[in-house]
């Protein structure tokens, strides 16, 4: 599975952007699909995951109320919709795909396959 971000860019402290995640191969629609991001200096940290068919997400309390993540099986594509972002969600941001479709993992261990990531950078 190959998987390529795209949607990043500069925006506004209070704006939105949405990033999307295309994926190759076939099994995508079995995957659940995580978003992570890495700030300048920090670890990589659980942004948020959906299951495979789309019917079960999980966010970091960070996030929780201004991101969501839905995904298209018919598009091999995941996105991560970003709304009242701020100065501190400022990271490079990266999907990434774990072959358990049930789970929700918040750890990247749990995961197999990474994007290249896409840099989001909110001004104050």
């Known amino acids: 599975v190959q998987l390529v971000e795209s949607g990043g860019g500069l925006v506004q402290a209070g704006g939105s952007l949405t990033l999307s995640c295309a994926a190759s191969?076939?099994?995508?629609?079995?995957?659940?699909m995580g978003w992570f991001r890495q700030a300048p200096g920090k670890e990589r940290e659980f942004v948020g995951a959906i299951t495979w068919s789309g019917g079960n997400t999980y966010y970091a309390d960070s996030v929780k109320g201004r991101f969501t993540i839905s995904r298209d099986n018919a598009k091999n594509t995941v996105y991560l919709q970003m709304n009242s972002l701020k100065p501190e969600d400022t990271a490079v941001y990266y999907c990434?795909?774990?072959?358990?479709?049930?789970?929700?993992?918040?750890?990247?261990?749990?995961?197999?396959?990474w994007g290249q990531g896409t840099q989001v950078t909110v001004s104050s």
């Open positions: 191969g076939h099994t995508f629609s079995t995957y659940t």
């Open positions: 990434a795909a774990d072959s358990d479709g049930s789970r929700l993992g918040f750890s990247s261990r749990a995961y197999d396959y």
